[in-house]
């Protein structure tokens, strides 16, 4: 079951809205089948492991890190084509929660004679998982929020200097994790000032993550590399209602972007509403890069499932910008709270993941 989970982690941020499944067939105790979700969520995990296998599938182990799916979509459905092959038994990490399958895949098994067994690896298999989790069982996607910071939390001087508070295996390592999100965001603020390219370089993918952006009004530059580019590498802009049929916004639709309208709330976008729409367009897993107002958006909003901070050995003083803005925290009792996941070494840089108490 780890060798399939690590074929599945293979297509984190290449496979939405479909989630990434691995499967491994055993006969006899050798591996004659493997496969993982494809890019764009097809063909499955099990039909190509099951391709792979060919006829050596007859009577043997099947582990897979999801439930096999019961229904019929562009293609039949897992669990019967792992009937139809002849597998004897079935490992499954953790039961999709996805109503069109939700124990329906274990039940056709069963029905059919299969020994089923589950819950190998849950713990490590929803962890992996918990993008397409979160987005089945509650309409958005995962939310990562990245920090780059000092040691005294600040992310830029008072004049807006932020290049590079972090070296360059931090920013490589950024990269990296890029990689396996579907989406990039960040605020309209963050994409004014440092006119970002938001994609994914030097470490060997050609499949880029969405590029989002939310601003409201859509006061964003038509000379970014953004704008530029959008034609190229898929770019949304989250903004409201109002907006979505301004001027401005058929300029970036013209451009190749795509807009995601959203009730404004207040004074400012509904932070829940914005995540619910990217649930609504398929995205799992979200990696947020800033800046500060919009982290303080999305931790006062209890949206953050994952923290991950990368600290440098550098000091600004208070005039500094902080890493996270206003939160309108008087107790800390009211604070958000995360456990550590990890801390780890990135050249002289330390990168620490945080995850929301009870996940």
Not at 5 to 23: F, K, S
Not at 85 to 107: H, L, N, Q
């Amino acid at each position: 079951m780890r060798h399939a989970l690590g074929l599945a982690a293979r297509g984190l941020g290449r496979v939405w809205p479909n989630p990434a499944v691995g499967c491994v067939i055993v006969n006899q105790g050798r591996v004659v089948g493997r496969g993982t979700t494809a890019d764009g969520g097809r063909p499955h995990a099990e039909t190509q492991a099951l391709a792979q296998a060919g006829t050596a599938a007859n009577g043997a182990t099947a582990y897979v890190t999801l439930e096999p799916c019961a229904h019929q979509g562009e293609t039949p459905p897992c669990a019967k084509s792992l009937i139809k092959s002849g597998i004897s038994r079935v490992v499954t990490a953790i039961e999709d929660p996805d109503p069109r399958v939700s124990g329906a895949g274990i039940s056709m098994l069963r029905a059919a004679g299969i020994q089923v067994d589950t819950g190998c690896c849950e713990a490590e298999a929803r962890q992996m998982q918990r993008g397409f989790l979160t987005r089945v069982t509650q309409g958005r996607p995962m939310l990562t929020l990245k920090l780059a910071m000092t040691l005294d939390g600040r992310i830029a001087t008072a004049s807006g200097e932020s290049k590079w508070i972090t070296g360059p295996d931090a920013r490589r390592a950024v990269h990296a994790l890029r990689a396996s999100y579907d989406a990039i965001l960040v605020g309209a603020g963050t994409a004014r000032a440092d006119d970002p390219e938001l994609t994914v370089r030097d470490v060997g993918i050609s499949r880029q993550p969405v590029r989002i952006v939310i601003s409201r009004h859509l006061r964003l530059d038509r000379e970014s590399r953004l704008f530029k580019t959008a034609n190229v590498s898929a770019v949304w802009i989250i903004c409201d209602e109002t907006s979505a049929t301004s001027p401005e916004a058929h300029a970036w639709e013209a451009a190749g972007a795509r807009l995601c309208p959203v009730p404004s709330n207040g004074s400012d976008l509904s932070p829940a509403a914005a995540l619910c729409a990217l649930g609504d367009a398929g995205l799992t897993r979200v990696f947020c890069e800033g800046g500060g107002m919009l982290a303080s958006s999305l931790l006062g909003a209890d949206l953050v499932d994952e923290l991950i901070v990368f600290t440098a050995g550098k000091l600004i003083g208070a005039e500094g910008q902080p890493g996270v803005g206003p939160l309108g925290i008087s107790q800390l009792s009211q604070a958000p709270a995360f456990q550590l996941a990890g801390v780890s070494a990135v050249g002289p840089d330390i990168m620490q993941t945080w995850r929301r108490l009870g996940s």
